[in-house]
């Protein structure tokens, strides 16, 4: 396969440099692509977490917050509907004096 203009042109810039400058300026390059992609990793991880605390610093309900405070989960066997049984939750003894 025949090179291209920019591929003659790059291996003609690479012959020019000396050897050193050309290892410096690749280790530079490959530095800094590590950092971006660092940065880029943190802001994955973090960000997402980042916008739930402001919302929630907002006032807003989190993901996790049931927007009703007496919200019971489903398949605890206090709820009697059709995932837990009716009245098989555990009760307190009745106290006689």
Do not use: C
Not at 1 to 29: C, G, H, W
């Amino acid at each position: 396969m025949n090179p291209n203009n920019f591929q003659r042109m790059l291996d003609e810039d690479v012959e020019r440099l000396a050897p050193e400058k050309y290892e410096r300026i690749v280790s530079t390059v490959w530095g800094n692509l590590g950092f971006l992609r660092m940065l880029g990793d943190v802001a994955d991880l973090y960000m997402s977490q980042m916008v739930g605390v402001m919302v929630m610093a907002a006032g807003g309900a989190g993901p996790e917050t049931p927007s009703n405070a007496n919200h019971i989960p489903p398949n605890t066997p206090d709820r009697p509907d059709q995932n837990g049984p009716i009245g098989g939750g555990p009760q307190s003894p009745e106290i006689t004096r």
